[in-house]
Each structure stands twice: as C-alpha cells, then as structure tokens.
C-alpha cells in the first residue's frame, strides 16, 4: 500500500470546522508578482454559514478554491475539522477533499445524460457506496430537496431553481463537514434565489456542517451569521 493511500493526517483538537492562519496567495504576471490574499485568517463554526463578499476580482473564488484543496496556498495553514491539510500530496488533498468538502457554484455542471437521481448517485459510488446504499440516499436527499417527483427527470428537463437543487443535494451526498459555495443563486431569479438560499440554510443548521458562501446578494448575505469581505487582499469579518 503507498503511503498517500496509508496516510495519517495530523489532527489538531479543535471545535471549529475551519481554520485558517496566515493565509497568502501570490501569482508571477508579466515578471512581476501579484498579490491576490494577504495574512488572511479566519475561522468558521460547526452549523455555522458565513457570507464572502467583495468586488469581481477581490479574490472570493481564489480563497474558495484554497480552503477546497483544489488549489494552494502561497504560505500559511488551512485545518478543516481539525485536520491540518496544508502540504499534503495531490492524491491527499483528493481524498480529503472527497471525505471533507462538498461544491456548489453559480452553474449546477450537472451531467446531462444522466438524471437527476443518477448524478447524486455518481459521487457516492466513486467514494465507494454500493449501487443500492447510494441510491437510497439519493433518493432521499432529493425528497428533502422537494424533487422525490424529479427523480427520473434529466437536467434539461428541469427549471433552474431544480437544478441548483439536485447540485446542493449531489454536493451533499458524501456528507461533508464543509460546504463552499461560489455563487450558488447568481444565475437564478430572485425568488428562485430565495427559495434555493432557504433550503442551504436550513440544511446547514439541520447537518452541523460549516458553510461559506460566495455572493454578490447582500440581501442574503446579511441573513447569514457572518459576512466576511475581502477587500485589497484582505479579510474583513462583520
């Protein structure tokens, strides 16, 4: 067995779901170096929802993208449920990310071949459920969700707000501990948005899971138990 299969992460006791300390994040642009995040740090609750705010390019998917090992910080830490994840391998962070982590966005990416029970099914059977164990749970997150009658519908053939439904149950079908989301109302209309915020909301609270959501709403940002706002490469936290 290799030793990123075999690996043993560093547990930090700690009742948060994420920390970060110190956080930096640099890019080389035309020989020069852009600072995007500068010494940021934050941390987020258990059953806690947080709002990330701030203009196009303050670096909001940037932050989202580290915090969700899909990229890495420049320096500092990042432990999410007390499990220190900075400078693990690749195939780490994968395995972290897929027991940990749970992603929505502004588009759902569903599969389109697929229906909308099937593409909730998908994640669970690549983390290793069976067939059977994954489509119970499927079909009962989609119930939840309000589409136990959408089950066999393809994405096509669903409205946008059920889209972005079966995105949030597919995003939560592993169970994660963290839930990051990167606009996750931006392409819906505003009650459409409302409804689809209501439902994460109650979700968060109802699972004890943090979240941290990316908008440019500031009407649902301050319905939120926090907002974080990132401005000049920095956090500011209301």
Known sequence: MSSDTAFKPTVVPSQKMLEVQGLERTFSQGGETLTVLKDLSLSLDKGEMVALVGPSGAGKS???????????PTS????????????QSDQQRT??????????????????????????????????????????????????????????HRPARLSGGEQQRVAIARALANSP??????EPTGNLDPQTAADVFEILVEL??????????ATHNLDLAEKMDRIFELKGGRLLVY
Do not use: C, W
């Open 62 to 72: 940037t932050l989202l993208q580290m915090v969700g090992l899909l990229d890495s």
């Open 76 to 87: 500092g830490s990042i432990r999410i449920n007390g499990i220190e994840v900075s400078g």
């Open 95 to 152: 395995m972290l990310r897929r027991e940990f982590i749970g992603f929505v966005y502004q588009f759902h990416y569903l599969l389109p071949e697929f229906s909308a029970l099937e593409n909730v099914v998908l994640p669970q059977m690549i983390a290793g459920k069976t067939r059977a164990d994954a489509r119970e749970h499927a079909t009962k997150l989609l119930k939840a969700l309000g589409l136990g009658h959408r089950l066999d």
């Open 177 to 182: 501990k963290l839930l990051l989301a990167d």
């Open 204 to 213: 968060v609270k109802t699972t004890g899971i943090g979240a941290i959501v």
